[in-house]
């Protein structure tokens, strides 16, 4: 299987039609924040894509998402995180006051 980050879509379909037959080829690129996929599959003359596809690179300790650059916090879930209000607050003094959150330990 041949993979690559490709600039575009237009570069990573022609990527996927390129080449032998016989093989996977496998294209991922990048518009805003999400990500996509071509990937032809042997035997087959088209290859088909998918939009946000995520699972890693071809190491298990890098995602698509980092290879691409795309931060994996929501907008939606960063701007809840931000906001604050005295529930919140409230909640942090408690924590405080028992000590807060333990220290980590390395082994």
């Not at 022609?14 to 071509?38: I, L, M, N, P």
């Not at 698509?64 to 995180?81: C, D, E, F, R, T």
Request: contains cysteine; glycine residues 10%.
């Amino acid at each position: 299987m041949k993979q690559i980050i490709a600039k575009n879509r237009s570069a990573a379909k022609k990527f996927c039609k390129s080449g032998r037959r016989d093989s996977q080829r496998v294209a991922y690129w990048r518009e805003g924040s999400t990500a996509y996929r071509f990937e032809r599959l042997p035997g087959e003359n088209d290859p088909t894509w998918q939009e946000g596809v995520g699972g890693h690179w071809w190491s298990a300790t890098i995602t698509v998402s980092q290879k691409l650059g795309i931060n994996s916090i929501s907008a939606a879930a960063a701007a809840l995180g931000a906001i604050k209000s005295d529930r919140k607050a409230a909640s942090s003094r408690e924590n405080g006051k028992m000590g807060g959150r333990p220290k980590k330990v390395s082994k």
